[in-house]
């Protein structure tokens, strides 16, 4: 489903993606970790091209997303991105965010889209609270209304963002449920996360990151139990302490 070869990325002098290479296959939940700076959310954030690369190429579901020349608008439609602070439209209804962008981008027909965002709303346990306001609710219920909105577009593959990094400790376990909800229902998926019990529990394979690398990349069992690069054995060593 997504395809990174040889990706590179720069900011000045500064080299944040270094020569990248790796796969997701459909159905997989890939978990992306290491150190803050490492360049996870860099990484995350080209595959749907809000970061545009320097070089190399990605492929999504058999598309060049940096191809000269290709529709962004229609290429992010396919690809569901849940940021870390949410991103909610503040002046719409938890019911309007979900339903502005399959109207607008998609021509699904408004009935169509209110009734496949409920059935969204219901599965995120939000249903009660379509009338609301994003002022109106809590970190958690805004972020579980972000994932929802990206999946009323249908998308084959979902992309997070530090979901959690935001939210009070007592509102990540209500997240972290819908995205087991949805990797149990097969979802395409690339989180980039510091939930470690998430990535050991969901996850099929974890990709650990620094310095602009993919230094390790590992089924949970074997990453947690026998990381193999010393970079990877410290930043666990530093979580487990914390």
């Known amino acids: ?3 990174l070869d040889k990706v590179n990325k720069w900011y000045g002098d500064y080299h944040a993606l270094v020569d990248v290479s790796e796969r997701v296959h459909k159905n997989e939940v ?3 970790c290491g150190p803050s700076g490492s360049g996870k959310s860099t990484l995350i954030r080209t595959i749907n091209r809000l970061e545009e690369i320097d070089g190399g190429r990605i492929e999504v579901d058999g598309r060049d997303i940096h191809a ?4 962004v608008n229609l290429l992010r439609a396919g690809i569901g991105f849940v940021f ?14 979900c339903t502005l962008a399959p109207v607008q981008l998609k021509r699904a027909t408004l009935p169509d889209a209110r009734a496949h965002a409920m059935a969204l709303l219901e599965q995120v346990g939000l249903a009660h609270k379509r009338d609301a306001y994003p002022n109106e609710l809590s970190g958690g219920q805004q972020q579980r209304v972000a994932i929802a909105r990206a999946l009323a577009m249908r998308p084959p593959i979902m992309l997070f ?3 959690t990094s935001a939210l009070d400790p ?3 376990g209500e997240v972290l449920q819908v995205m ?3 990797a149990q229902q097969g979802m395409t998926m690339v989180c980039v996360t510091h939930e470690m019990g998430f990535a050991r529990e969901v996850s099929d394979r974890v990709w650990f990151m620094s310095e602009g690398k993919i230094l390790e990349q ?7 139990n026998h990381p193999q690069h010393p970079r990877a054995r410290q930043f666990l060593a530093d979580r487990s302490r914390n």
């Open 1 to 3: 489903m997504i395809v």
């Open 84 to 97: 870390q602070h949410f991103n909610l439209f503040p002046h719409l209804s938890v019911l309007e965010n």
């Open 68 to 71: 000269k020349g290709a529709d």
């Open 161 to 163: 963002d530090e979901p």
């Open 170 to 172: 007592e509102m990540v």
């Open 180 to 182: 087991r909800s949805l």
């Open 30 to 32: 890939v978990v992306v």
């Open 218 to 224: 590992a089924s949970p069992q074997e990453f947690f």
